[in-house]
């Protein structure tokens, strides 16, 4: 068992788990970039651009300023785009594109939290549509994203209904810790970005996974338990050892879409390859 989990059978507590770069290896919306070029909904020049975005992402992640500015470009980008559509390449993907890439030493937590009687919560600024159908892959009983107004005709409009970042992680936490019951003093976070620094503070047991700079300060300064993922096995190889079943995600907020998300990274590479 990693050190740090121990067993509460009362009251509840919850293990909430930010996604990229610390439950899976790479940027959940990134990594569907070919899949979304290949149903329509980015052209080549944008698909060979997302490419250069996740290493941008991979080398270093995107600071607060950089996330605003993606913010608020896709979510005019993505006006007019079909959510059908975008679950379903997702889900016809999903497999083999996230499965590959999630960390052993992050479904070896959710094990051990499941086991303690935890739930286990994903916490992503990413879309619902990939969040979620991640989190039931994952076995998560909760979900936390972004999301975005759809309008009557099953399209996106444009508006940011719900941005799942920074301190709107923190009060989504304690609204669920309200909701359901939770110990947040008994309860876990793991992330590896400063940005979710108010999420990591709600909790009474945070900790820094894959940190960046800032983050790893942070953790050094307040003396968090600091945990390098390196090793991403497919869950089908895990099994049996992986045996919690999926189960339903419940959706405390939902997505920015996936594809729309990835919009937005492609317009940062692009920003600042031009820069460059």
């Known amino acids: 068992m990693l050190r740090g989990v121990e067993n509460h059978s009362l009251p509840r507590a919850a293990a909430f788990f930010d996604l990229d770069k610390t439950v899976i290896a790479k940027s959940s919306t990134l990594t569907f970039s070919k899949s979304f070029y290949q149903g329509g909904l980015i052209n080549r020049r944008a698909a060979l651009r997302t490419a250069y975005a996740q290493f941008v992402f991979l080398a270093g992640g995107l ?22 559509q975008v679950r379903e390449i997702v889900a016809e993907t999903l497999h083999d ?27 992503s600024t990413s879309g619902a549509e990939v969040v979620e159908p991640v989190g039931e892959l994952l076995g998560a009983d909760r979900v936390v994203a972004t999301r975005m107004v759809v309008g009557e005709d099953g399209c996106f409009t444009g508006e940011v209904e719900y941005y799942a970042y920074g301190p709107t992680k923190a009060e989504a936490i ?5 909701s359901e019951g939770y110990d947040l003093e008994r309860c876990y976070a793991y992330s590896d970005s400063a940005t979710d620094l108010p999420m990591l503070q709600t909790v009474g047991h945070p900790h820094a996974v894959n940190p960046d700079r800032a983050l790893r300060r942070e953790a050094a300064a307040q003396g968090w338990p600091v945990l390098e993922f390196r090793r991403p096995v497919p869950l089908k190889k895990r099994l049996p050892t992986f045996s919690v079943p999926p189960r339903p995600a419940l959706v405390a907020a939902a997505a920015v879409g996936a594809a ?5 990274l492609v317009w940062y590479a692009s920003r600042r390859r031009s820069t460059a």
Not at 97 to 123: C, F, K, M, N, T
């Open 97 to 123: 594109l996230i499965d590959p890439i999630i960390y052993d030493e992050a479904a070896s937590l959710i094990e051990q939290h499941h086991a303690a009687g935890r739930d286990v919560v994903i916490v």
């Open 174 to 178: 304690r609204e669920l810790a309200v």
């Open 260 to 264: 729309a998300a990835t919009a937005g």
């Open 63 to 84: 600071d607060h300023d950089q996330m605003e500015r993606m913010r608020e470009y896709l979510s005019a980008l993505c006006r007019g785009w079909n959510v059908q």
